[in-house]
Each structure stands twice: as structure tokens, then as C-alpha cells.
């Protein structure tokens, strides 16, 4: 049984820093291509970052772009996202999401590309 969980949430100030975490187990973490993803309250879910099974492929959505940053450690099975200079748009339930394979920029970005969906932690950042 695949399971993704996530860790890391909080409530923040603006300006300050978390680092979020998503620990796999039930799959094969090194051949599975991780993101995250978000929902802030009454909005869709929205893509923040992808990186491929080997960490050499990253992609961020322009609005963390230079602020938040994705990586891996297939040796213990973990995505992590740390996320630097938090604003209060960035408030929303955090989910990391797998897939087994290689996907391309244009489907990276699209929540049903992914099979497997951790239950996600809340990230709320004050003014």
C-alpha cells in the first residue's frame, strides 16, 4: 500500500521559513517523479514544484519561483520543500504527489498526471 505523508506545516509570519516533508513508502521512491502541490481555501488546486526520480529536472510555478525550493533523498525515501520569504498567499493545505515514470513540463504541472496523493499539511502564514 502506497503511502505519502506529509510533515512540516505551521503557522508562520510573513517573511519566515518552513520546511516541508513528504516521506514515501509503498513505492519505489527512486523511480517515481515527485511534486507538490496546493490548495488555499476556495481555490483550485495549484502546482508549486516537480523534480524527476534523479533530482536533475526541477520545475517551480512562477509564483515560488526563487523563494521555494524542491529536493530529494531517495535514501530516505523523502521529497522536501523548503520554502523561503512566505507570504500569506502562500496559506494552503500542502499535498506531495508521485508518479512512476518521467513526465514532461506540460503534464507535470496537472494534478491527474500524478497516481498516488499524500492527505497533505496546512501552511498558514500571517501578515
Known amino acids: 500500500q502506497v503511502q505519502l505523508v506529509e510533515s512540516g506545516g505551521a503557522l508562520v509570519q510573513a517573511g519566515e521559513s518552513l520546511r516541508l516533508s513528504c516521506a514515501a513508502s509503498g513505492l519505489t521512491f527512486n523511480r517515481n517523479t515527485m511534486a507538490w502541490f496546493r490548495r488555499a481555501p476556495g481555490k483550485e488546486r495549484e502546482f508549486v514544484a516537480h523534480i524527476n526520480w534523479s533530482g536533475t529536472t526541477i520545475y517551480y510555478a512562477d509564483s515560488v519561483k526563487g523563494r521555494f525550493t524542491i529536493s530529494r533523498d531517495n535514501a530516505k525515501d523523502t521529497v522536501y520543500l523548503q520554502m523561503n520569504s512566505l507570504k500569506p498567499e502562500d496559506t494552503a493545505v500542502y499535498h506531495c504527489?508521485?508518479?512512476?515514470?518521467?513526465?514532461?513540463?506540460?503534464?507535470?504541472?496537472?494534478?491527474?498526471?500524478?497516481?498516488?496523493w499524500g492527505q497533505g499539511t496546512q501552511v498558514t502564514v500571517s501578515s
Open positions: 504527489a508521485a508518479f512512476a515514470g518521467l513526465l514532461i513540463k506540460d503534464v507535470a504541472t496537472i494534478p491527474t498526471s500524478y497516481t498516488y
